[in-house]
């Protein structure tokens, strides 16, 4: 494609506006940020750390966003790109955070940031991460990949709507609590139109789910008047450890995260009638990958473009990249105030839980939506179908079977997220990459593709 797209903005991506409605459209993306707002607490939850511990981790979040989102909107990808924390990371985290610690967690992701890195440098055509990601971000990739995490993290949020055995309101009382949340949610998302009611949808359940709650009597704030008014985030809170197999699961992460984000800064960069190619996607990853190895080292959860803030920028038409710049600006302000995310890290967990039941459905459903535009013939179903299965199926090994796992191999096998994404990559090449081609080639040029049949009265699944 020779000629850059036409704009559809209204709001250009070079073009300022006044100081209030900079502030109003920044506001709009911190709270489409939803990632800041659940996962540090669920990681929490699921390792047992301290409100405090939690507390370090939400302002690595803000820190590590703010960063990249200022370097993005900037002088480096200069797109008006949001960074918030993705759910690749926060299962990557969580996993090996359970079997070696956060400290190794952390200590590997940096590591592997370091590699990612070096894989996207942006001189000429040196920056193979731009050619790998573009290679392999097919909907059947990541369609399916989408539906795996969704279907990973089930179990993550519904059984959390009771609360905790032996804390207040557990059972019935935090149950309605953790209903009102989602019906909010849901009532902004059905009822928001295309304002920030909807995009901030799971803030808003969470602040109406909260309030219920603390009339309720089931949850007081504690701890935020207990810290200073400003203070840094705090260097390797958890430690520092390195493990060569929880490395690779980060470089996972980050492949999931870095093939998402150059999808959107293709997107976002049409919207804006600029064509961005290959080196200026690597920039784009290179800043990414360089922000989160940054950010780890704060407890920072590793960070993908949200397509909130990409829908924000599309709605709006407000593409201004100066309006994300004062969001990251913003963001990182927030991390030096901890008694903001002492306060977040406090929030009642029924609550979190009920938000993160329907953010985890979004990202199952999302998964559906892209899987849609495939052409479902036997060679994609190849591809899908022993990924999907075999990645879910392996988390009910037997216990004796996985007691007698290396840690190193269990931290993948264990993952669906990880065992289905090197599944889902490496079948994709050999069968469509490799194989398809060469069945082409050889076939008669007035044969009939093989395809799934649908059962008779049902529609085909050709798409």
């Known amino acids: 494609m ?6 559809t903005l209204a709001i250009g991506i070079e073009q300022r506006l006044s100081a209030p409605r900079t502030g109003l459209f920044g506001l709009q993306h911190l709270l489409a940020l939803t990632g800041i707002w659940i996962f540090p607490v669920l990681i929490g939850q699921s390792l047992q750390l301290s409100q405090v511990q939690v507390s370090y981790i939400v ?30 990371f926060f299962v990557a985290l969580s996993a090996a955070g359970a079997t070696f610690g956060l400290g190794t967690a952390f200590g590997s992701m940096m590591v592997a940031g370091l590699i990612c890195m070096a894989l996207s440098i942006p001189i000429k055509q040196f920056g193979l991460f731009g050619h790998i990601s573009k290679l392999s971000s097919s909907p059947i990739v990541f369609g399916t990949l989408f539906v795996i995490i969704g279907a990973q993290l089930a179990s993550i949020g519904v059984s959390g709507w009771f609360g ?87 470089m996972l992460a980050f492949f999931q995260a870095g093939a998402e984000s150059a999808g959107m800064y293709s997107l976002v960069g049409s919207w804006g009638g600029q064509r961005v190619g290959l080196s200026r996607t690597n920039r784009g990853l290179f800043t990414e990958f360089f922000g989160t190895t940054v950010g780890s080292l704060f407890g920072g959860i590793g960070t993908t473009s949200y397509p909130e803030n990409a829908g924000i ?11 994300t710049a004062a969001a990251g600006g913003a963001a990182i302000v927030l991390a030096f105030i901890p008694g903001i995310s002492l306060f977040i890290a406090g929030l009642p967990s029924p609550v979190l839980s009920a938000a993160s039941t329907i953010l985890f459905g979004i990202i199952a459903m999302s998964g559906v939506q892209l899987l849609s535009t495939v052409e479902w013939d036997d060679l994609n179903l190849a591809v899908a179908a022993p990924a999907f299965i075999i990645a879910l199926g392996l988390q009910f090994l037997p216990a004796s079977i996985m007691a007698g796992i290396s840690p190193s191999v269990a931290a993948i096998v264990g993952s669906p997220m990880m065992l289905g994404i090197i599944m889902l990559v490496v079948l994709h090449l050999i069968v469509n990459v490799g ?20 059962p008779a009265g049902q529609p085909s699944s050709h798409v």
């Not at 960063?67 to 918030?84: C, D, H, M, N, W």
């Not at 008014?229 to 260097?235: E, F, G, K, Q």
Request: charged share 10%.
């Open 435 to 454: 194989i398809r081609p060469m069945l082409e080639r050889g076939r008669p040029a007035d044969a009939v593709p093989l395809a799934v049949t649908a």
């Open 59 to 88: 302002q690595g979040c803000f820190l590590m966003t703010g960063i990249i989102t200022v370097l993005q909107s900037s002088r480096l990808l200069k797109l008006p790109i949001v960074q918030g924390p993705t759910a690749g």
């Open 164 to 250: 905790v055995s032996g804390t207040p309101g557990y059972g019935a009382p935090n149950f309605w609590v953790s209903v009102v949340t989602v019906i909010t949610v849901l009532g902004c998302l059905i009822f928001g139109g295309n304002s920030v009611v909807r995009r901030a949808a799971i803030v808003w359940g969470i602040a109406a789910g909260t309030l219920v709650a603390a009339v309720a009597g089931l949850w007081t704030p504690s701890g935020a008047g207990s810290v200073p008014l400003v203070h840094a985030p705090t260097w390797l809170p958890f430690g520092f450890g390195v493990e060569w197999s929880v490395v690779v699961v980060m």
């Open 313 to 323: 920028v599309r709605v709006t038409g407000v593409g201004s990249r100066f309006v």
């Open 2 to 7: 020779d000629q850059a797209p036409s704009a």
